[in-house]
Nanobody, 122 residues
Framework: VQLQAYGGGLVQAGGSLRLSCAAS????????MGWFRQAPGKEREFVAA????????FYTDPVKGRFTISRDNAKNTVYLQLNSVKPEDTAVYYC????????????????WGQGTLVTVSS
């Protein structure tokens, strides 16, 4: 499956942004999806994941209550809504796909998008 992430940009602290990730090439509904991020000088880290049907979601603690992952299987797209953003949310955000249950580690995912940069100004 090929993934294309977009929607990043510059946003002020406290603002909102929605990231999208469009998938093509395989049956999207067969894949659990995840969002990861990588800040400058840091390792890539898990942000959120959603099951194939969208019935199950999971978040890393720093984003709980602020970010929401969702998907539209009819549009082959997964979303990450970022609310109440903070400067520490600044990073390149990546979407990823895997067959099977949702997972939270980089090595669990087989397919990756190219990343979209989110910059939060204070």
């Amino acid at each position: 499956v090929q993934l294309q992430a977009y929607g990043g940009g510059l946003v002020q602290a406290g603002g909102s942004l929605r990231l999208s990730c469009a998938a093509s090439g395989r049956i999207f509904g067969n894949f659990a999806m995840g969002w990861f991020r990588q800040a400058p000088g840091k390792e890539r880290e898990f942000v959120a994941a959603i099951s194939e049907s969208g019935s199950t979601t999971f978040y890393t603690d720093p984003v709980k209550g602020r970010f929401t992952i969702s998907r539209d299987n009819a549009k082959n797209t997964v979303y990450l809504q970022l609310n109440s953003v903070k400067p520490e949310d600044t990073a390149v955000y990546y979407c990823a796909a895997r067959q099977g249950s949702i997972a939270t580690t980089v090595t669990d995912y087989n397919y990756w998008g190219q990343g979209t940069l989110v910059t939060v100004s204070s």
